[in-house]
């Protein structure tokens, strides 16, 4: 048994960027897919609609826990295809962010009144015009606030890869409990790196919901 030592907080600090990463390739994977499904899930055509919000329910009714497993574990059983502890969660992170910005970003195209496509319409331009220089930037303004705070939620649900031996904050904060024995002064710790991260977030967001009031 040794003492906590300047080592363990840079192994912290360290593994704090695997967590970065991680919500980085979950945001460059996850919003194309959450852009496709809200724009399906708000189509014209009910057949769409329908396979989006099957999707989405499918996703969002599926534990983030059971996704790691699923793509971790199932994966070799399944396809007997081993799977890079990267590539696993990565895909699993992916697949949860397309599921719950898909639908925040639905009802920020849903929140936009009828008449604004009409209106757009009306000066000739295409649905994809429409969308693109009238519908989307107001969309846009009403989803960023529920948008930032999903991503405090992402940030702490990555904590869960390190249920499949990825080590990135909170699994290397349990390895250096381990080897320490001081369990109070390692989470703690790592509680105040998230607390760091999710803090201005979450104040970010609060004042974006503020100033970018939908309701004037």
Known sequence: M???SLIDLVSLVYALQWTVLLVLLALAFGAPLALLLATARTSRFAALRWLAAAVIQLIQGVPLLGLLFFFYFGMPVFLDLQVPALVAVGVAYT???AGFLGDIWRGGIQAVKPAQWEA????GLSAWQQFRHIIGPQALRLSLPPTVG???QLIKGTSLASIVGFVELARAGQVAS???FQPLLTYSLVAAIYFALCLPLTLWSRSLEARLNGAR
Request: proline share 0%; charged share 5%; aromatic share 18%.
């Open 2 to 4: 040794r003492s906590f």
């Open 120 to 123: 757009g319409a009306c000066l």
């Open 95 to 97: 697949l949860y962010t």
């Open 178 to 180: 381990a080897a320490t």
């Open 150 to 152: 999903f991503l405090v």
